[in-house]
Each structure stands twice: as structure tokens, then as C-alpha cells.
């Protein structure tokens, strides 16, 4: 018996032994595993590897992305709470972009938010969430009211910021950087080039509306869900459980005592309490990259709201005892500066719905450009099914180290209309954090990526397996590629001067009038103007009553700056090949009132004539 006892007894004490072992080796792997990593040290300093500057959601996208990554991560942010335009902004009814199979296409990070918090979320609810998703990660720093002063750049390369701390100025070194503020802001102080609102097609000084989002009490919501689902008659209009959207013919009579105001038909959100947000109100006039000019864009806008509730109150059903609580902290820009990268989005990309072969993400959300003035409502230029977001938009021209994420991408002020939605913001978000991964590791710099097959495949895979969708897909063909004058609808859409709505109808077979000749005829000159310094400026009068012959006769004085007869308007066009022999074949009445087709296309030859031949 003596024998069998010792062996049990050894045996306890090798167990007793492997047990001890095996939590030490727990709690050492948890210890370890809970410790941040170490970040790099550059010129003798402890510094980080990436710094996300904005807190806004696209920059918190960027920051949980990187760092949950394994990359020492530092957020900054001037305001004291996380979420911007969906919090301090109040923009909380998202823009939401599905595919051809209604598949959700902004997952990721974004799909986190929205399966947690939904659409027409509760604004404390998310600044309470975006904080704590923050604080939980172990390799991500957040600085709040932290006011970045600076760029720091050595050369062409970024190295990191200085800010203002507590009252003492900072700075913090990393390996890269990303701005995710709203304007580029970070980008435009160290260099990098870009055009403002519709600077890119002729439009200077052309930017969207600016909206003050604000909040009203004592709204019976019932009532209006009953109004808009069933009484409106209107096939565009909604409402469920926390939102609504309508009241468009309502809103329509509201005269604003501002002139510089618009009252739209609103996108309303029901908060928690009962209260409901409102997302109508358009103001112009203001510099959005002017803090003082901001400011007083918000006081006008405070001092119109209380006659719009009082509108309300009288003309929307469910609105009868609407009180006025307050306005967000901050303007809802749509539309500031857009940054050249090294591809800039187009508008054609979006409406031919074009896959990019170093897509970090899809967009699928209208090409909604909301009114630049209080005479105009704004225009659809199109619906996209789907349409790839190219890495190569993230990086900014002549500055090295640097991503920028969000609506001043490199997009062109046309497809902004659909990539400038947060939902889309947050994936370019994502897909800079990741991005940063590869470019520390590898050590190559992200214009040197945006060349590398073997670079995007890893971001892509690496996205992938974080959630994002970058299923590959056959471009839809919109019906009106097939149409013999869609050559000349795709170089006038890219200059502005036609829109297909939410159908993508151009309607081209309709007979133009005066104005539409004489304004996109005009336009056409004035851009190719300052395109191309030959160019000379003119402006063409059309006369009231327009037909093929005089169209031909208006384009050959806009070419030459002469009236002409029309056989020798139409000789010379023709032999500047402005008047194709595909249009001479289809104009069978020289009588006749041109169609919209027939215009474009000419106007197309015109303008591509203008630009390398003169």
C-alpha cells in the first residue's frame, strides 16, 4: 500500500505543478495580450504609428480600425465629444447604400454602429457609444478638445501634428497620418491640392446649402405615420417606428423671412425622449471654411426656426402643439473643399456603375446635389446600383504619409453628391486603418501601393476579414448607354448641364427651347475657356423661337465669335467634324425644333473641339 500512496501523492504534485503552470501561462497571455503595443520611436521621441485627426465617424472608423490592427493609434479631437456631424450635428437618419440585390454595401465597422444603434438613432445613445468603442480598445489613444495647430512636415512627408493641449502646445510624431476632418483641413495646411464645390466643372464659388438641424417637442407621431403612410397619396413618402420623410408640397409654401434660407421638405427622427429632430432647413451665404461666417449662419438660422415651427404647426399633419427645443451645435456642411489624389472619382465612374480594381469599398446612394441657392431645388443627376470606391481617392497628391478619408476625397463635386454619405465615409475610413497596416509593415509608402496588385489584394482580403463587402460584381449597363447620343450625355453630364433623376432618364427625345441652348451653349464656351488658354470668351444669344438651322448657326458663332450664314455654319462645323455625320444623317428637318439628344451631342463635339484643337 505504501508504493501506491507515493505514486498518488507524486501524482497530485505533478498536477498540483501543471495546474500553477497553466494559469501562470493564462495570465500572462492575458496580461500580454491586454497590454498596448509598443509604438515606434522616431528622432529619440516616442511616437505613434498612426494619428487619426477627427473625431468625426469617419475618423473613429480609421481609429478602431488601425489600432485593432495591432498599430499604436492616436485619435484627436477639438470638440469633447466623439461622432461630429451624427452628434454635435445631429445628422442621425443616415443615408443608407444597397445593392442591386438590396445587400447592404457599407458593412464593416458602419454595420456595427447600425445593427447597435440603427437609423434614426438616439443622439446620447451614440456619443455614449462612439466613446466607449473608443476606450475599450487597448492601442488607441484619445486626446478631446485637442486643437491641431499644424502639420509637422519634413519634406514632402508628413510626421506628425501640433496641437494645442491644456493650454500648452504639443506636438505628436507618427509614421502615418490621417485626416478624417470634415474639410481636409490636415491636408490643406501641408499642401495638398484641391478645387472648392463646383470649382472642378466650371462652377466656381458653386457649394451646396448648409442645414441646421433642429429639435421640436409635443409632435404626434402616431399622426404621422398615419398622414404620410396613408393619407399623403405620395409614393416618395414615409414614415415607421423613429422615421419620416415627407411634407414636400407642405413645406413648399413656407416663404422664409431670411432671403438666404430654404425650407424643404424635412427628414425627421424621434429621439427616445419624444422629441424629433429636423433635417430641413437650408441656409446659403456661408463660408463653411470661416468659423465667424459659420457662426452667424447658425444665429440666422436660429432666428428663422421659430416661424418654421409655427408653419408647421399649422400646415403638418401631427404637428399641431410642435414646441421648439433647440438646434444642433454645429452646421451640417455638405461641401467644402475636394482634394486631388491620385485618382479623383468621377461622375461618370458612378452612373456607369464601374468596379476599380483597388476598391476599398461601394457606394450606391443617389447623386443627390442639394440646392446652392434659394431660387433652385436642388437635382438628382442620377442613381447608381453600385459603383467601387478606388484606394487611389485616399491618396492625396505631393504629400507623403498621408490618407484622407471622408467627404473631401478625391471625388469630383458631381459624385460627391452620392460618396460624401456617412455610411461611405466610414468604410473609407476602415479602409485607411488597414491600409496603414500594410504600408508600416512592408514598409511602402501609399502612393507606391496604389501601383501594387500584391498591395490592394492584401488590404482587400484584410477588409474582408473585418466584414466589409468587396464582392466583385458585373457593372449593370444603365439602359441609356445604348443610346446613340449617350457619348454626348456622358461629356455634358460631367460638366453639369444635364441630370437623369432617380430613373436615369435624361428625357432625350424632348424638343429644347431658347434657354436650354443658350445656358449649357454659354456654359460650354466658359469652361472650355478656362481650360485652355487659346480659348476666347464669347456669350451667344439665342433668338426665342430656335430650330436645327439656328442651333447650327449659334454653335459656328460661338466657334468663331461671327454670324454666319447657315451653309457656312454647317460647312464649317462640318468640317471641324463638330457637326458629326451621324447627326447630319439624323437630322431629317432642318426646320424642325432640335431634340435634347441632338443637342448634347452637338455641344459634346463642340466642347471637345475647344479643348485640343483651337
Known amino acids: 500500500m505504501k508504493p501506491e500512496k507515493e505514486k498518488q501523492t507524486k501524482r497530485r504534485i505533478i498536477l498540483s505543478v501543471l495546474s500553477g503552470l497553466l494559469i501562470m501561462a493564462v495570465v500572462y497571455g492575458y496580461y500580454k495580450w491586454s497590454l498596448p503595443v509598443p509604438g515606434p520611436t522616431i528622432n529619440g521621441q516616442a511616437a505613434y504609428d498612426v494619428i487619426v485627426i477627427g473625431g468625426e465617424p469617419e475618423g473613429v472608423a480609421a481609429a478602431l480600425s488601425a489600432a485593432r490592427n495591432g498599430l499604436k493609434t492616436l485619435l484627436i479631437e477639438d470638440d469633447d465629444v466623439l461622432g461630429g456631424l451624427m452628434t454635435l450635428g445631429r445628422l442621425n437618419f443616415l443615408d443608407m447604400n444597397h445593392g442591386p440585390q438590396q445587400e447592404l454595401l457599407t458593412r464593416g465597422i458602419f454595420e456595427e454602429f447600425y445593427k447597435d444603434l440603427g437609423n434614426a438613432f438616439d443622439l446620447e445613445e451614440a456619443k455614449a457609444y462612439f466613446l466607449k468603442k473608443v476606450k475599450r480598445e487597448k492601442n488607441l489613444t484619445l486626446l478631446l478638445n485637442t486643437e491641431v495647430i499644424a502639420p509637422l512636415v519634413e519634406g514632402n512627408k508628413l510626421a506628425g501634428v ?74 416618395h413618402t414615409g414614415a415607421d417606428k423613429v422615421a419620416a420623410w415627407g411634407y414636400g408640397t407642405e413645406a413648399e409654401g413656407y416663404v422664409p423671412r431670411d432671403p438666404l434660407m430654404r425650407f424643404r421638405g424635412p427628414n425627421l427622427a424621434r429621439q427616445k425622449n419624444g422629441d424629433v429632430l429636423v433635417n430641413a432647413l437650408l441656409i446659403f451665404g456661408v463660408d463653411s471654411l470661416d468659423p465667424v461666417s459659420k457662426a452667424e449662419g447658425i444665429a440666422r438660422g436660429k432666428k428663422e426656426i421659430p416661424h418654421i415651427v409655427e408653419f408647421m404647426r399649422k400646415n403638418f399633419a401631427g404637428f399641431e402643439n410642435a414646441a421648439f427645443v433647440g438646434t444642433a451645435e454645429q452646421l451640417y456642411v455638405r461641401e467644402t473643399r475636394h482634394i486631388q489624389g491620385e485618382y479623383r472619382l468621377t461622375i461618370t465612374d458612378v452612373l456607369e456603375n464601374r468596379d476599380h480594381w483597388d476598391k476599398i469599398g461601394y457606394g450606391s446612394y443617389p447623386v443627390d446635389v442639394q440646392p446652392t441657392n434659394p431660387a433652385n431645388s436642388g437635382n438628382v443627376i442620377g442613381k447608381p446600383a453600385i459603383y467601387g470606391i478606388p484606394f487611389r481617392c ?82 449593370p449597363r444603365p439602359v441609356v448607354m445604348d443610346h446613340w447620343a449617350y457619348p454626348g450625355v456622358r461629356i455634358t453630364r460631367e460638366l453639369g448641364l444635364i441630370e437623369g433623376g432617380y430613373d436615369n432618364d435624361y428625357q432625350l427625345e424632348r424638343k429644347i427651347n431658347k434657354w436650354n441652348l443658350e445656358n449649357k451653349l454659354n456654359k460650354v464656351l466658359r469652361v472650355a475657356y478656362e481650360r485652355n488658354p487659346r480659348v476666347k470668351l464669347r456669350r451667344v444669344e439665342i433668338p426665342l423661337t430656335i430650330k436645327q438651322k439656328g442651333m447650327v448657326i449659334a454653335v459656328a458663332e460661338g466657334l468663331t465669335g461671327r454670324k454666319l450664314s447657315f451653309a457656312q455654319a454647317r460647312n464649317l462645323l462640318q468640317e471641324k467634324e463638330i457637326l458629326s455625320e451621324e447627326l447630319v444623317e439624323r437630322i431629317v428637318d432642318w426646320e424642325e425644333t432640335p431634340s435634347f439628344a441632338e443637342m448634347l451631342v452637338l455641344l459634346a463635339n463642340l466642347y471637345k473641339f475647344l479643348l485640343v484643337s483651337v
Open 394 to 475: 485616399l491618396v492625396p497628391l505631393d504629400v507623403e504619409n498621408l490618407l484622407v478619408v471622408g467627404r473631401s476625397a478625391s471625388y469630383d463635386s458631381l459624385p460627391h453628391g452620392s460618396a460624401r454619405v456617412l455610411p461611405v465615409g466610414m468604410v473609407t475610413g476602415e479602409a485607411a486603418g488597414v491600409a496603414c497596416v500594410y504600408s508600416i509593415r512592408e514598409g511602402i509608402p501609399f502612393r507606391e501601393m496604389t501601383g501594387s496588385r500584391t498591395a490592394m489584394k492584401w488590404v482587400q482580403e484584410r477588409l474582408k476579414a473585418q466584414g466589409a463587402y468587396l464582392e466583385d460584381y458585373i457593372p
Open 162 to 235: 501640433e496641437v494645442k493641449e491644456n493650454g500648452f502646445t504639443v506636438k505628436y510624431l507618427g509614421l502615418r497620418v490621417i485626416d478624417a476632418t470634415t474639410d481636409a483641413d490636415l491636408a490643406a495646411q501641408a499642401g495638398v491640392p484641391y478645387t472648392i464645390g463646383g470649382e472642378d466643372y466650371g462652377e466656381k464659388g458653386l457649394l451646396m446649402g448648409v442645414t441646421l438641424v433642429f429639435e421640436v417637442s409635443g409632435v404626434n407621431w402616431d399622426r404621422v405615420i398615419q398622414y404620410l403612410k396613408h393619407e399623403d397619396k405620395n409614393p
